[in-house]
């Protein structure tokens, strides 16, 4: 299993960002996806999930409103697109799938929400 995150940045107050995880490995199509994100000090906390086919998904409450969380089967890759960005969105933003009760993590990739 490969998970590989891309698509963060420096951004300031208010923009937008789109990160993308690319999935390897195993049948993506069968499986929910979720991100997560870990701010420095901070513990890691659950972004968004989506379900294996896409008609379900969740969000935590400060991702409510401004995040929206995707997926391509035929790509293999899960997004989240992130609006209306703030400071305390910064983090290293992780993509997540458990499989065969085992957890696995992409390396994350790092936003930075600054003026």
């Known amino acids: 299993v490969q998970l590989v995150e891309s698509g963060g940045g420096l951004v300031q107050p208010g923009e937008s960002l789109r990160l993308s995880c690319a999935a390897s490995g195993f049948i993506f199509s069968s499986y929910g996806m979720r991100w997560y994100r870990q701010a420095p000090g901070k513990e890691r906390e659950l972004v968004a999930g989506?379900?294996?086919?896409?008609?379900?998904?969740d969000y935590a409450d400060s991702a409510k409103g401004r995040f929206t969380i995707s997926r391509d089967n035929y790509k293999n890759t899960v997004y989240l697109r992130m609006n209306s960005l703030k400071p305390e969105d910064t983090a290293v933003y992780y993509c997540y799938v458990r499989r065969r009760a085992v957890d696995y993590w992409g390396q994350g990739t790092q936003v930075t929400v600054s003026s």
């Open positions: 989506i379900s294996s086919g896409g008609e379900i998904t």
